[in-house]
C-alpha cells in the first residue's frame, strides 16, 4: 500500500492530465502484450497485435524485466501524443536520468552489458531503442491511438468535471475504486511495496491511461523533486469482456486505398505506420530504394507522411491526416 500525504496546499494543486504520453502508452502495451493474463477488455486487441512484434521489440523487452522496478517512459520521453516528440525527447534525455532510470533495472545477464552503453549515453544503443519504441508503437498503439485519445479525453473531462462540480476530494473519493481509496488527508494506493508518500505542497498531478491496466502508478521526476508526482489510473475495467476501441481497427481493408492511391503507393503509406527508413519502406514493400523514396515524397506532399533525419537515416512517418485515411474515417469528425 502506498499512502499518499495531502495538505490543503497539495488539494489545490492538484491536477488532471490529458494523457501519460503516447510512449508509456507503448511501454505498457507491450508490458500487457507481454502478460500471459490478458484482460478480458483487451482480449480482441491482444489477438489482432499477437505475433507481430518479434525481433523488432527486443530493445523495449529489454527494459521491461519480469521483476522490479520499470523505466520511466514519461520521465525519459514526456507526456506528449507524438512519437516523434516522444523520440526526440529520449534521444536528448540527460545521461544522469537515463542513468537514473536505468541502474536499479534488473536486466537479463544478456542485456548488461547493452544497458550499460545505454546508461553511458552512448548514441547507438540510443536509436536502437528509439527505433523499438517506433516499431512496438506502430503496431500495439498507433492502429489505435486516435480512439484511445478520444476515450482518455472524455476519461479526462469527467475528472475535470468532478472536480468543477464538487471539488478534488470528491475527484479522489470516486478516483479508481477499488485501487484507489481517499482517507482524508491519504490518498491509499494498491500496491505491492508499503511507502508514505508526502506532496509538500507540490499537488498530484492525475492521468487516465489505457494500456497500463490493472496497477495504478505513481511517477516521479527524478531530476526536479520539485514538480509534482504524477498517478496514473486505469480507465478499462476487467470486468468488460470487450471495448470497442478495438472494433474495426488494425483492419485495414486495401481496396478502396489501392484504388484511391494506387496499390504501391498504398502499400507504402501502410508499411510508414510508426516510422521507418526509406531502406525499411522498400524492403516491405519490395520495391527499389529509388521508388520507395518517390512514393514517400508524393505522400509528404499530401500532407499523409512526415519525413525527418534521425541520425544518418531518413525516418518517413504517418501523420494523424494519413492515419485517419487508414482507418477510413472522416479526420475531422
Known sequence: MKRIHFTAEDLARTRVARTIGVAAETFDSVKLLKDRDTNLAFRRWHVSVRGRLGEQAGPLAALLPKR?????????????ASIDEAVD????????????????????????????????????????????????????????????????NKARAAYAGTMADDGVEQLL??????LVRWRPPVLEVAHS???????NGRGLVIAPTVFST?????????????????????????????????????EFT????????????????????GGCSTTDLARRVNISPATA????????NAHLVTTRR????VVHTVTSLGIALLERRHPFA
Not at 552489458?113 to 506502430?138: F, I, K, P, Y
Not at 496497477?215 to 468488460?240: E, I, N
Open 68 to 80: 522490479g522496478p520499470l523505466i520511466d517512459a514519461l520521465s525519459l520521453m514526456g507526456d506528449t
Open 89 to 152: 525527447n529520449f534521444m536528448a534525455a540527460p545521461r544522469a536520468l537515463m542513468r537514473l532510470e536505468l541502474e536499479n533495472i534488473d536486466f537479463h545477464p544478456s542485456h548488461r552489458s547493452w544497458a550499460r552503453n545505454l546508461m553511458d549515453g552512448d548514441r547507438e544503443t540510443r536509436l536502437q531503442v528509439a527505433a523499438a519504441l517506433r516499431a512496438c508503437h506502430s503496431v500495439t498503439v498507433a492502429p489505435y491511438w486516435s480512439r484511445v485519445r478520444s476515450h482518455l
Open 173 to 178: 473519493t470516486t478516483l479508481g475504486s477499488p
Open 193 to 199: 511495496h508499503n511507502a508514505d508518500i508526502h506532496l
Open 214 to 250: 490493472p496497477q495504478v502508478g505513481l511517477w516521479y521526476p527524478p531530476l526536479d523533486p520539485a514538480k509534482a508526482p504524477t498517478l496514473t489510473v486505469p480507465t478499462l475495467s476487467g470486468t468488460s469482456l470487450d471495448t470497442a476501441l478495438w472494433e474495426g481497427v488494425g
Open 254 to 273: 486495401t481496396q478502396a486505398l489501392d484504388d484511391l492511391l494506387g496499390r504501391t503507393r498504398a502499400a507504402v503509406l501502410r508499411a510508414a505506420v
Open 293 to 300: 523514396s518517390h512514393h514517400a515524397t508524393v505522400l509528404r
Open 310 to 313: 534521425e541520425g544518418k537515416a
